[in-house]
Nanobody
């Protein structure tokens, strides 16, 4: 079993920055892709960014140039640096990881951006 624990959410003013972290633990030999989704109440969960085990990245168009995803394979941790935050970035952010072809989700962390 694999557990993902997120941290770093909170309240920030528009234009500010936050850094989310997500640490994986449990029965891990190697982690394939990792990433972040976000969800607003009543809407679907949307991809924000993903990163492969080799470091290749993909971003949603809405966050390109503002968010940066990275990972530390030695620590089984993925990060999301969020700059120039906007009120529309307000959501619950969920990290995820693919381990041995199975997907796992974190519990979610709230990010609120005030105008």
């Amino acid at each position: 079993q694999v557990q993902l624990v997120e941290s770093g959410g909170g309240l920030v003013q528009a234009g500010g920055s936050l850094r989310l972290s997500c640490a994986a633990s449990g029965s891990i030999f190697s982690i394939n892709n990792m990433g972040w989704h976000r969800q607003v109440p009543g809407q679907q969960r949307d991809l924000v960014a993903r990163i492969t085990s080799g470091g290749s990245t993909n971003y949603a168009d809405s966050v390109k140039g503002r968010f940066t995803i990275s990972r530390d394979n030695a620590k089984n941790t993925v990060y999301l640096q969020m700059n120039s935050l906007r009120p529309e970035d307000t959501a619950v952010y969920y990290c995820w990881a693919v381990v041995a072809s199975k997907g796992y989700w974190g519990q979610g962390t709230q990010v609120t951006v005030s105008s």
